[in-house]
């Protein structure tokens, strides 16, 4: 090889590793900075989550800072509604009890008791058309039976129950009719030929305050009472209207 050519091929050596050192050097400077990207975005993913969670807590804090400003306010609400609850309890057993006493005070003054029951005739005949007079009275509430005129006059209205009793000897007659302020509402005739036997006649009446009932003779009649048998004449209210 001639020193020309020699060093020709030194050149172009030289000139084959410059190449070489500017590829690799062109290498590693992009792999740095691919490095520093990565680095880089790391850095801003981390900032990001620290941002993020720091977010996250001052939502939590404003959310439960406000939750106990609510229930703070809530207290004096919930109070009041305690205390509302309480009177609407209170108010209802005042009620109640007002109810039931009232209730109860107006069946009382709706159902008074009036009753009474009489016997011994003071006559021991009649003639048609004559009252029955019981003089004996046994039992008077409410102050209806007269025993001087026989007449039970109603002190309230409402539904009265009145019932005769009478006995007649033999051969005798006994006729009897419950009354009502003029109207004969219930009749019973009884005959005996021999000894004696008794009767009985009811009658169930709407009376008004002040109305009257008696009992009247519809036919001739004798009267037999002793220690065995007993005319009577009884009445009572079962239930007041008015």
């Not at 975005?41 to 807590?57: D, T, W, Y």
Request: proline letters at 2%; one cysteine or more.
């Amino acid at each position: 090889m001639t020193s020309q050519a020699f060093f020709l091929f030194f050149i172009f050596l030289l000139f084959f590793l410059l190449i070489s050192e500017g590829t690799e050097y062109e290498l590693k400077s992009k792999e740095e900075q691919l490095l520093e990207k990565i680095s880089s975005l790391e850095v801003k993913v981390g900032i990001l989550e620290n941002q993020a969670e720091m977010r996250s807590k001052v939502i939590k804090d404003v959310i439960a800072k406000e939750i106990a400003e609510i229930k703070t306010a809530l207290e004096p609400l919930n109070e009041k509604h305690r205390k509302l609850s309480e009177d609407v309890a209170t108010l209802k057993a005042i009620k109640i009890n007002k109810t039931v006493e009232s209730t109860h005070a107006v069946e009382t003054d709706n159902d008074p008791v009036i009753a009474f029951s009489a016997h011994n005739p003071t006559r021991s005949s009649l003639s048609i058309g004559q009252t029955f007079v019981f003089g004996s009275v046994a039992l008077n509430e409410g102050n209806g039976y007269n025993s001087s005129s026989g007449e039970f006059t109603a002190p309230a209205g409402g539904l009265y129950q009145f019932s005769v009793h009478v006995c007649n000897g033999g051969g005798k007659h006994v006729a009897s009719a419950i009354v009502h302020d003029d109207t004969y509402v219930a009749y019973s005739v009884q005959y005996q030929p021999s000894g004696s036997s008794c009767s009985s006649v009811n009658a169930l009446l709407m009376m008004t305050p002040g109305q009257k009932v008696l009992v009247k003779c519809t036919y001739s009649t004798w009267f037999t009472e002793d220690q065995y048998r007993r005319a009577t004449f009884m009445g009572v209210l079962i239930h007041k209207t008015a």
